[in-house]
Structure formats: C-alpha cells, structure tokens
C-alpha cells in the first residue's frame, strides 16, 4: 500500500506565499516522477508543475516564474513554494507520484488534496 499525504495549504493574500509539501510512504521500490496539479470548481484538473528523477522540471505557463518545486529523495518528498499568490491560484492542489511499488508494479498515485486559497 503506498500513500501520499500532503500539507501546507490555507489562506494567503494576493502576493503572499504558501509552501506545499507532499510525502510518500509505503511499499515502494522507487520513484520517478512526482508533481503537483489543481482542480478549481467548475474546472478541469490540471497540470502545476513536475520534476523527474534527474531534477528536470516542467511548470504550467500560468506559474512559471511564481512557482518553484522541488523534492527530496531521500525522504520521498515533493514541495511546492508558491510566490507571488494570485486570486486564480485558488484550487485543490494535488500531489502526484509515478512509482514502482514494492510488487515491482508500475501506478500513479494521487494524494487527497489539500485547499489553496487566495483571497484578501
């Protein structure tokens, strides 16, 4: 069984900051991708940001320059710093991990989501 749990989200103000953190645990063998994406209501989830098991990163346009993640390998760990929050940055921020399980097993796996709003 593999989890990720993720924590950091609440309210911030326009031009505030907020950190994301995703952690995963369970059986795995290894990891290679992880990364963040959003869901607003109404919309379609979608892309944040990546990074793959070599550092490479890949943003959505709407954040690059505003967002940097990151992770930890050791501790099987992604983060997401936020910068310069906007209104429509508002959304479920879900964590996600591409990984081989302890059965040798490729999946991807979701978090449960964590709330970001953006609001003065």
């Known amino acids: 069984q593999v989890q990720l749990v993720e924590s950091g989200g609440g309210l911030a103000q326009p031009g505030g900051s907020l950190r994301l953190s995703c952690a995963a645990s369970?059986?795995?063998?290894?990891?290679?991708?992880m990364g963040w994406y959003r869901q607003a209501p109404g919309k379609q989830r979608e892309l944040v940001a990546t990074?793959?098991?070599?550092?490479?990163?890949n943003y959505a346009d709407s954040v690059k320059g505003r967002f940097t993640i990151s992770r930890d390998t050791a501790k099987n760990t992604v983060y997401l710093q936020m910068n310069s929050l906007k209104p429509e940055d508002t959304a479920v921020y879900y964590c996600?991990?591409?990984?081989?399980?302890?059965?040798?097993?490729?999946?991807?796996?979701w978090g449960q989501g964590t709330q970001v709003t953006v609001s003065s």
């Open positions: 996600n991990a591409g990984l081989i399980d302890g059965w040798k097993s490729f999946s991807s796996y």
């Open positions: 369970g059986s795995i063998f290894s990891i290679n991708g």
């Open positions: 990074i793959t098991n070599d550092g490479s990163t």
